[in-house]
């Protein structure tokens, strides 16, 4: 079992800067890769970043790529998520995610083994 706990969401105004942070414990060893998905009210999870754990290989959704950088801290066993000049429309609860899984797309939230219990994101406009 992989534990994840996420920290650092907040209200921000639109084109400031947050910094989530998701610490892993537990069988860390068997995570291939972490990815950040967020859910905003009325509409369905969708992906936002992914890391391979050892590689450290990065994937963006559209949506944030030049805006948002994934990034881990191997020996912290610590994944991150730098949100700039975010906008109203970031707004969601962001969750961590690990999985054993090395085939498949790392933008599939059911591919995910474990997952965070979220932190809420809130961009004022």
């Known amino acids: 079992q992989v534990q994840l706990v996420e920290s650092g969401g907040g209200l921000v105004q639109a084109g400031g800067s947050l910094r989530l942070s998701c610490a892993a414990s537990g069988r860390t060893f068997s995570m291939h890769a972490m990815g950040w998905f967020r859910q905003a009210p009325g509409k369905e999870r969708e992906f936002v970043a992914a890391?391979?754990?050892?590689?450290?290989?990065?994937y963006y959704a559209d949506s944030v790529e030049g805006r948002f950088t994934i990034s881990r801290d191997y020996t912290k066993t610590t994944l991150y998520l730098q949100a700039n000049s975010l906008k109203p429309e970031d707004t969601a609860v962001y969750y961590c995610?690990?999985?054993?899984?090395?085939?498949?797309?790392?933008?599939?939230?059911?591919?995910?083994?474990?997952w965070g219990q979220g932190t809420q994101v809130t961009v004022s406009s």
């Open positions: 995610a690990a999985r054993t899984r090395r085939t498949g797309s790392l933008s599939v939230g059911s591919e995910y083994d474990y």
């Open positions: 890391i391979t754990w050892i590689g450290g290989s990065t």
